[in-house]
């Protein structure tokens, strides 16, 4: 699908050269340790580096030359996977094809080198004023967490289960950490993103390999880098939840049930193509047990669904509830996942999940950032990632092994967050 | 069958319309594995005064009828349908919008038993007062869920405010008491009203071979029994031009204030090439005014009044329109009143020459190009502009011929203090301490 080459140690570049799409994309995903503090520097840094360069030192210059390369998008993410953060730099661009000029992809390219390689100094340092709105700008992103419910009741979860860990550091970083970087601590992430991030540069669309390599290998003048290796899925040391149960509150009608599950299994354990049918079948799609008995037998929600967590091994049930339900709703909860660990699984549910993993996959695939993105996930498993090695994978799995998977997953803690008229004598136990 | 090339964005387009009367459009797509199929009937929350098919008398539904219609066409007597779409490996869906039901499914595999279900399912309805009952617990969830939206909250709200009368103004799956008074017949009157073939449209985008999956719809189609089509009767209220409420505010469990001001359409009658040049000429001002590259955002941005929720947008369908710009705030009386300033300037004197024109020109026909990468895109937006007797793939040749003076003109329909309204979703712990 991708052809790969190594443009230096460390530094891999992918390439699908394709005619599907009517735009090229490009994402350079730089991979370092998640910690609170370099998700929170590297969260500033993102914002920094994509409000203006030295080309275009001002925001409104960079962004109308965008809009001349005929809307051409470029931002950069900040985003975790397992126990590392990325630092992502995305673009696309019309294919020069469809335009009536030519060179526009040339221009992105040198854009892209520009927005990596010659920041808008001052004086050696990035600008005081930039660093401290963009430091603003990420505060009140993590801030807005609050305002919607069902982002803030996972959260709330996943500290409660994990705190201090990877699973529940946020991408973003914590405002404290924000708030403590100074110029000088964040240029300093910047020299090290650029100079010891692992790296992998892709691009899909309609272009050459050997011309593409070229300029990219002229353009971007990446050092060798010494790889520290981590094993991206090794699970980190976690103290024991002592809690099985906690209940908040805040001003709002609906109750918001967050049910946390863990598994032995992660990406790579082998046991991961039986855990994704096992998830399916409890609450992954419309045809699960939960949307089946919850939702459509009782009554009782319009959002219920099981996901799993393949990074951490970690199973959450969610449902938008009656707040005077919760006891009863988890009650339902827990009998689905009961069945499946008594074995009343029927060949029919195994056959849907599997014809439904399958279409996800395939159709994930359908886009640039899908393939990107699947690439980018599968390849860390050391064997080469095609839909049909999975779809037979998936094709193995019988009703013992996914009973088997069933009773291997614990229920561990059950957060419900609440209006506060329902809080009575129950107390909140934060 | 017709055929329709569009070289410069190396596309053809299929389309021939049903002896019963449904329009059926079908467009492969080269490189792609999946194939997105929506089926579609003009007909959404705002319908809730009509001729019922065969009547003489005009009927009100309650609020939310559309979207409980919606709801219940999955649940069959031999079960959900969601149940068939898995075993075949799809995922269903369906959404209600103010103006439309939209069914679809999207399969990479199985695509004809799938096509074969999703037309079944939305021509053969199966309505029991039992279901009916059943279903409002998990709409009144639904709706539940929503009113602890603060961003959907802020935008119906502002909404509210514009609107005096017309239904635009209600929530699209209306309220825990409207669709209290559902009943089983309701649902077949409003079917058999507006589920007739010849106000539908099936849209089938992705891998597809065109002749037959064409041959294998009309063969369909030709096997199933329609009533006599008429036209349908819908009414609306007389909408004054001028905004219901100039202010309003609602008190939340949020962080942070959110503030949009509304900007309420004067223009909202016509159809066609005009409404796209219109429409267009609106969203190009828009961009001018408040995009990423103006001096509004500059200021607003530098000066910390918007954050990265900022947004704006304008909607227009027959009978309504709007354009809203707003931001998460802190400093929403600041905020509100820069709006309205740069609103008042271009007023006075229009600032924009051919240049700014050119640079929002390539960038409106880059994000179109872009877009037309996704299926989902292509089969609702294609729906839309069809519904309102527009051609998706008429938008690049319309915006390389739009001039200033076009936009100007078009602004014109949303300028004015009189169309101005404010809506803000405020902090609880604000109202507490005032």
Redesign the interface.
Same mark, same amino acid.
């Given at each position: 699908m991708f052809q790969s080459i190594e443009l230096q140690p460390g530094i891999h570049l992918h390439i699908r050269p394709?005619?599907?799409?009517?735009?090229v994309n490009f994402s350079f995903k730089f991979k370092h340790e998640l910690t609170n503090q370099s998700a929170s520097e590297r969260s500033v840094l993102a914002n920094v580096l994509v409000h203006s360069n030295e080309q275009f030192p001002?925001?409104?210059a960079f962004?109308?030359y965008?809009?001349?390369?005929?809307?051409?998008?470029l931002y950069l993410d900040s985003s975790k996977k397992g126990s590392n953060h990325y630092i992502t730099l995305l673009a696309?661009?019309?294919n020069d094809q469809?335009?009536s000029t030519d060179g526009v992809l040339d221009q992105v390219l040198n854009l892209l080198q520009t927005v990596l390689f010659r920041p808008n100094l001052e004086q050696g340092k990035f600008k005081d004023s930039i660093v401290k709105?963009e430091k603003?700008?990420v505060i009140?992103?993590i801030?807005?967490l609050?305002?919607?419910?069902t982002r803030y009741a996972q959260q709330r979860l996943v500290e409660l289960m994990r705190p201090n860990h990877p699973a529940s550091i946020g991408a973003n970083g914590t405002i404290d950490a924000i708030t403590a970087i100074t110029n000088e601590s964040l240029f300093d992430a910047y020299k090290k993103m650029l100079e010891e991030d692992e790296l992998d540069i892709y691009v899909v669309g309609d272009v050459n390999v050997e011309e593409m390599t070229s300029k990219l290998q002229q353009a971007f003048e990446f050092k060798a880098r010494q790889l520290n290796q981590k094993d991206l899925h090794k699970d980190v040391e976690h103290p024991k939840v002592e809690k099985n149960a906690v209940n908040e509150y805040?001003?709002?009608?609906?109750g918001k049930l967050h049910i946390g599950y863990e598994t032995n299994v992660t990406f790579t354990h082998p046991d991961f193509p039986k855990m994704q049918i096992t998830n399916g079948i409890f609450g992954g799609?419309?045809?699960a047990k939960l949307?089946?008995n919850v939702?459509?037998k009782?009554?009782?929600?319009?959002?219920v669904s099981s996901s799993f967590s393949s990074a951490y091994g970690l199973l959450f049930v969610l449902a938008?509830?009656?707040a005077s339900k919760q006891e009863k709703a988890v009650g339902l909860i827990d009998e689905q996942l009961e069945a499946m660990k008594k074995g009343e699984i029927s060949q029919?549910e195994i056959?849907?999940?599997v014809?439904?993993l399958?279409?996800?996959l395939?159709?994930a695939?359908?886009?640039?950032r899908g393939q990107i993105e699947i690439f980018d996930q599968y390849k860390d498993l050391g064997e080469e990632f095609t839909v049909d090695s999975w779809v037979a994978k998936w094709a193995t799995v019988t009703k013992d092994d996914i009973q088997e998977m069933a009773k291997s997953i614990n229920k561990q803690l059950v957060y419900f967050l609440s209006g506060k008229e329902e809080m009575s004598h129950e107390g909140a136990s934060l | 069958m017709k055929e329709l090339h569009f070289k410069?964005?190396?596309e053809k387009l299929f389309h021939e319309k049903m002896d019963n009367g449904l329009d059926v459009y079908i467009l492969p797509?080269?490189?792609?594995?999946?194939t997105f199929v929506t089926f579609t009937t003009k007909y959404g929350s705002i319908d809730s005064k009509f001729v019922p098919l065969g009547e003489s008398e005009e009927i009100t539904v309650p609020d939310g009828i559309a979207h409980f219609l919606e709801h219940k066409m999955f649940e069959k007597e031999d079960g959900?349908v969601?149940?068939k779409?898995?075993?075949?490996?799809? #995922? =269903?869906n369906a959404f209600t919008s103010f103006t439309r039901t939209a069914y679809l499914f #999207? =399969?990479?595999?199985h695509l004809y038993e799938n096509t074969e279900t999703l037309l079944n399912f939305v021509q053969e309805p199966y309505f029991t007062q039992a279901t009916v009952e059943?279903?409002?617990?998990?709409?009144g969830?639904?709706i539940?869920?929503y009113?602890?939206?603060?961003?959907w909250r802020l935008y119906f709200g502002t909404i509210e405010n514009m609107y005096k009368d017309h239904p635009v103004k209600i929530d699209i799956a209306g309220t825990i008491e409207s669709i209290d008074a559902i009943t089983a017949e309701h649902l077949y009157t409003c079917y058999e009203t507006f589920y007739h073939p010849s106000n539908m449209l099936l849209f089938v985008v992705?891998a597809v071979n065109p002749e037959e999956m064409m041959t294998y719809i009309r063969e369909h189609q030709n096997k199933k029994e329609f009533a006599e089509f008429k036209p349908i009767k819908r009414s609306f209220p007389n909408e004054p031009l001028e905004v219901a409420k100039q202010e309003n505010k609602l008190f939340?469990?949020?962080?942070?204030p959110k503030v949009y001001v509304g900007l309420k359409a004067k223009e909202t009658s016509i159809q066609g090439d005009a409404m796209m040049k219109h429409e267009m000429g609106i969203q190009l001002a828009l961009e001018l005014i408040f995009?990423?590259?103006?001096?509004f955002?500059?200021q607003a941005?530098?000066k910390?009044w918007i954050?990265?929720?900022y947004a704006f947008d304008f909607t227009l369908e027959k009978g309504y329109g709007f354009a809203i710009i707003g931001s998460?705030t802190s400093k929403p009386k600041e905020l509100v009143e820069a709006i309205k300033k740069e609103l008042k300037k271009v007023e006075e004197k229009w600032p924009f020459g051919q240049s700014d024109l050119d640079?929002?020109r390539?960038?409106?026909?880059?994000?179109f190009?872009?877009a037309?990468?996704?299926?989902e895109y292509i089969a609702n937006q294609f729906t839309r502009y069809a519904f309102n007797d527009m051609d998706l793939f008429d938008a690049v040749p319309a915006l390389e011929q739009i001039t200033v003076a076009d936009l100007q003109n078009a602004f014109a329909s949303i300028q004015g203090e009189n169309q101005q309204t404010v809506f803000s979703v405020l902090p609880?712990k604000e109202q507490e301490t005032s």
């Open positions: 394709t005619d599907q799409f009517k735009t001002s925001n409104p962004r109308s965008l809009d001349e390369l005929y809307g051409t998008i696309e661009t019309v469809y335009l709105r603003d700008s009140q992103r801030e807005s609050y305002d919607d419910k805040q001003e709002m009608k609906q799609y419309p045809h949307f089946l939702r459509e009782e009554s009782m929600a319009y959002y938008g509830i009656d029919n056959d849907q999940t014809a439904m399958k279409n996800q395939k159709e695939l359908d886009s640039a | 410069q964005l190396d797509k080269k490189g792609f594995s999946k959900d969601f149940q779409f898995s075993g075949y490996g799809a #995922s =269903a #999207s =399969a990479t595999d059943k279903e409002k617990g998990i709409i969830q639904e539940t869920m009113d602890d939206q603060p961003d992705g939340m469990d949020v962080q942070k995009g990423r590259s103006s001096d955002y500059v941005y530098e910390g954050d990265e929720s998460d640079r929002v390539k960038k409106k026909i880059g994000y190009l872009r037309l990468n996704s299926v609880k």
